[in-house]
């Protein structure tokens, strides 16, 4: 099973449970439900099978769902997160963490034991900007996680430019800031994907479309900036550069190509096996395979292949990585793509219509 999420006021149905063909992997829509308004983002719980999504609203919350063979089952009602427009979500231990962007915040929430959301939440605001003027005026903080330890907490600021590691203190569940890791000024940080290896994870940014290469020290918790990885405004890629670089306009940083499209990098996945990451890049509105065959700290891009739709907002791997899923927000579709096993390359393997598409997870 699937579940894709969508925004319900772009005429989106909510969340949509789908099956997946055991052999194609072709997706069936079997329900939907609208219990909570725009849940752009979804996470399961692996332990329990629940469902938690967001809702990416000015008084953001937070909802949990229980999957029954009639379709998905609100654990109780939505519980406020503290903070507005949550755009992410993830499950730590007992806890749900909500990345918030309009307020710049990460909030915590305790889960019950059967798997209910409570409150108050837990909140810990960014603090800081960048030097975009309209974009990164303030904290906008677009992704948490635990990393593969779960030991630490990590979240991603698009205003800020810059990683931030947390603690999650055992008897509040509230989150204590450890440290911060400064990227690229005006890069505008999006989502981060650790390498299944646990030591390296790589950071995917909106504002000037790029991959940056980061070393992940569990012991200290700490991540150290390496590498980056221009993406060109048509979903090519420039020759590696190092994170000090005073080079300015590379070419995925401004309008580029003779229809001024713009490049806004999206979601990351690593590959389960370690050879490849994928990113989807709105705008250009195509997948880009990097390969990792010089050695994971040294990405090179391989691939760029049409998304299949328009806006490609989420992108996902089954469980195997044998094939991507991506949620085509603008087109109102979800496509999945066969990975050829030898280079990553993706290839067009079928769709479904899902308007306002946001986000796709596995059972």
Known sequence: ?????????????????????????????????????????????????????????????????????EGLTALGPAVRVGGSGP????????????????????????????????????????????PHPSRQERPHAHQVLPDPSG??????????????????????????????????????????AFHPAGELLYVVHEL?????????????????????VPIGSDGGSAPVRSAGSAEGGTAGGAEGGAEGVRAYPSALVASPDGRFVWAAVRGADVILTFSLA?????????????CGGSWPRDLAADPAGRRLYAANERSGDVCWFDVD???????????????????????
């Open 151 to 192: 030991r630490w907490v990590l979240s991603v600021d698009l205003g800020t430019d810059s990683v931030r590691v947390c603690a999650v203190d055992p008897a509040t569940g509230s989150l204590r800031l450890h440290g911060e890791t400064a990227l690229r000024a005006g890069t505008g940080p999006r989502h981060l």
């Open 208 to 228: 000037e479309p790029q991959l940056t290469v980061c070393r992940w020290h569990p012991g200290t918790g700490r991540v150290e900036a390496g590498a980056e």
């Open 341 to 363: 096993p030898l280079t990553g390359r993706p290839r067009p393997a079928g769709s479904v219509a899902v308007p306002a598409a946001s986000c796709v997870v596995f059972a």
């Open 87 to 130: 755009t992410h979500l993830s499950v730590a231990g007992r806890r749900l963490l909500t990345a918030n962007y309009t307020s710049g915040s990460v909030s915590s929430l305790p889960l019950a034991a059967d798997g209910r959301l409570s409150g108050p939440a837990a909140v810990l605001v960014h603090r800081g900007s960048g």
């Open 1 to 69: 099973m699937v579940y894709v999420g969508s925004f319900t006021s772009a005429g989106g149905r909510g969340i949509t449970t789908a099956a997946v063909d055991p052999l194609t992997e072709a997706l069936t829509l079997l329900s939907s439900t609208d219990a909570l308004a725009d849940p752009s983002y979804l996470a399961v719980d692996r332990g329990t099978g629940l469902l938690y999504a967001v809702s990416e609203a000015e008084q953001g919350a937070a909802g949990a769902f229980r999957p029954t063979p």
């Open 294 to 306: 010089d050695g994971p700290e040294r990405p090179r891009l391989t691939s760029v292949v049409a």
